[in-house]
């Protein structure tokens, strides 16, 4: 295929840059990105060669840039393999893998480029660099440093062939996941075993004459909470917990050879465990530490959860069964005691929360209060999915600020969960607005059906803006450091702090519309929804710490340690944290945790309860200071949302708040304090 006419290496007219889907086939990324890469090499050899003094410019500057065509081309490649994938793009993925990891090493283990970011980086001091100059400077030494490029070559050698192998094993299981998941559910032959779905849920699960309930990436399934009949409660959690750990889709090996080469990795590198290593220039810095919030989580979370499982095993002896509580029995008997201890019904609740209205009357509604940004419909860009919609954004004087996609419906080409991600990042060097993508994976309704969500739905669309938000305030020069381009255990802390909006009294009346008559949710509803925000925390806490616990546990081991049983050592792992609640079974078992297997997320998924103690930290000083205000918005867009990667983490949160982060307020908002 001739490069020349290839769509994502042609300087693109459309707005923003936004990728051409039109003219974009799948056989067009393969060789795309091979492009990407060796335009990238030959920008390395020209620096490298460059007889001249190194400076900011003729390295740094250049290094910057080197990777403009891969980042463009890699940023469409992704977004598709993630939300509308095929054979193809999965072939590719499994060609490409080995390929980016050594690429990846060829430039960050390339000692002679080393050597210059190292002249550049020592003559900081005389360089009379503005700020953002300055810091990226230190990022490139500190990212080559932790990459090993101060390692001997035979050193060097060792940890290409380890990069490479992970990220072949990464790739591997990611695919067997996605098939594990969207093929492993259950299927039911009779519809009188679906007793409890609706006649719309009903019709959306029929397929050639039987009934099929896919997986979602966690162990929990929103089915378990309707089902009536328990013996398909069971398969369906049996089928949830096993998706991966038996037959074609098992991921045991897979995982068992990940985490020994992460140990092994991190052992070359100079440290005791890959936790240790992968955590440098993160807010918790250390594993110690992140087990210490662990160690101030457990027993309050324990505590609540004991009370949550006595609460239930009542309400099923109530009902004159005499069974034992088990997790598939959790959500379902958790709604009955929700709905006599709030009287709050699920189903009631949707009829409030249909998609638009809570995107447009909602997400938007609460940006454009607290930011002053406005929204424009466009249907002329072009998308990947039909179900794509796309809006442009404009800042409060009237100019540009972006384009933003939203994917919400859940479809066999799309990977489970939600996220964000761009098209096209902010940067003022290479003149780039942003293009931001949200997705989602809310059930898609029938045929003329309104597309009614649960709260949680409510919930993650707002915590995904709140990821696009921080996207659209970048305000960087360059692209490596803007946006969301922070330390893991800051970057959910928009997204968190996000969600808080999505019960503020103003914005629901707004947005909490009934999807029939238009009438906003009653008060006493709306108090029940609060009412019942701490409900059921307990097991929500304990799930979270027994996977973030697994993360850390596996990221701390020795690259001796042998492992024979991933599930023994699950098991031996959550009972030294004391969190075996026979009960509560993690949210994610290692053998389909996506985050720390395929997702990046390795050492990191603790991220989600720190970033947590923060957002509820910063809507505090919200309340403090009147809540949902015009002013207080640009003091967290201007010093924080917009900041990317430029500072030091605490020190712009204590910029913001006048103060350092506490654990109360989230202990509060939890229930649990």
């Given amino acids: 295929m001739e490069l020349s006419s290839n769509p994502l290496l042609i300087k693109n007219t459309l707005e923003y840059g936004t990728p051409d889907f039109n003219k974009i086939k799948t056989s067009h990324f393969l060789p795309a990105i091979l492009e990407g890469m060796k335009l990238q090499n030959e920008a390395i050899e020209k620096i490298t060669i460059n007889k001249e003094t190194p400076t900011f410019k003729n390295t740094i500057l250049a290094l910057e840039e080197s990777s403009k065509v891969l980042d463009n081309v890699t940023a469409v490649f992704y977004g598709l393999a993630s939300a509308h994938t095929n054979d193809t793009i999965k072939e590719n993925q499994t060609e490409l893998a080995p390929k980016f990891s050594k690429h990846s090493d060829e430039v960050l283990l390339n000692t002679k480029l080393f050597r210059k970011i190292k002249t550049v980086y020592d003559n900081l001091s005389a360089a009379d660099l503005d700020a953002e100059s300055d810091h990226l400077v230190k990022e490139y030494f500190k990212n080559f440093s932790k990459a090993g ?90 089928k949830s917990i096993h998706r991966a750990d038996v037959g074609e889709y098992n991921t045991s090996d897979l995982v068992k050879k990940m985490v020994l080469l992460r140990a092994e990795k991190a052992q070359i590198l100079g440290f005791d465990n890959y936790a240790s290593w992968s955590l440098q220039g993160t807010m918790a810095a250390t594993p110690g530490k992140v087990f210490n919030m662990f160690e101030n989580l457990i027993p309050g979370s324990l505590e609540k959860a004991i009370s949550e499982i006595k609460e239930i095993q009542e309400e099923i002896n109530k009902e004159g069964n005499d069974f034992k509580l088990t997790p598939y029995d959790w959500n379902r008997y958790a709604e009955k005691v929700r709905k006599s201890k709030y009287n709050l019904d699920e189903e009631e609740v949707k009829q409030y929360f249909e998609v638009t209205n809570v995107l447009e009357k909602g997400v938007f509604y609460a940006a454009t209060k607290l930011y002053g940004i406005t929204f424009k419909k466009r249907t002329d860009i072009p998308t990947y999915h039909p179900d794509v919609v796309v809006y442009e954004l404009f800042e409060e004087d009237g100019s540009k600020l972006g384009l933003y996609f939203g994917d919400f419906f859940a479809r066999d080409s799309k990977r489970g969960g939600a996220w964000m991600s761009s098209f096209v990042k902010q940067s003022k060097l290479r003149n780039q607005k942003p293009v931001i993508y949200n997705v989602c994976n809310s059930p898609k309704p029938a045929q003329g059906e309104p ?62 519309l009934h999807y029939k008559t238009g009438e906003v949710i009653p008060a006493e509803l709306l108090k029940k929804i609060k009412d019942a925000g701490t409900f059921n925390q307990g097991y929500s806490m304990i799930e979270n710490l027994c996977s973030s616990s697994l993360d850390m546990k596996w990221h701390t081991i020795s690259a001796d340690e042998k492992i024979e049983d991933v599930a023994k050592f699950e098991s031996r792992a959550l009972k030294s944290m004391k969190l075996n609640v026979d009960e509560v079974p993690p949210r994610y078992r290692s053998t389909y945790f996506a985050h720390i297997f395929s997702g990046g997320y390795a050492a990191g998924y603790y991220s989600y309860l720190w970033t947590e103690m923060l957002s509820h930290d910063a809507y505090d000083w919200f309340r403090d200071n009147g809540l949902l205000t015009r002013k207080n918005g640009q003091k967290f867009r201007e010093q924080v949302l917009s900041k990317g990667n430029t500072m030091d983490y605490a020190e712009m949160y204590k910029t913001f708040a006048g103060r350092n982060p506490e654990a109360a307020p989230m202990l509060k908002a939890r229930g649990l304090k």
Avoid: C
């Fill in 149 to 238: 490029a101060n390692l001997s070559e035979d050193k060097k050698g060792k940890l290409k062939e380890i990069n490479s192998e992970i990220a072949s094993l990464s790739n591997d299981f990611g695919k067997k996941l996605l098939d594990a998941s969207k093929k492993g559910g259950i299927v039911v032959s009779e519809k009188a075993q679906l007793k409890g779905f609706s006649e719309e849920k009903i019709k959306s699960l029929e397929k050639e004459g039987k009934y099929e309930i896919q997986l979602i990436n966690t162990t929990q399934q929103p089915s378990l909470q309707i089902l009536e009949n328990r013996e398909i409660r069971e398969q369906l959690f049996e």
């Fill in 451 to 512: 597309a009614l969500i649960s709260f949680d739905g409510v919930e993650t669309m707002f915590h995904e803006f709140g990821h696009a938000l921080h996207g659209f305030f970048g305000n960087q020069k360059y692209a490596s450091i803007s946006g969301t381009s922070t330390a893991r255990d800051f970057v959910e802390f928009p997204s968190q702090f996000n969600e808080n909006w999505s019960t503020h009294p103003e914005i629901l009346k707004n947005y909490a």
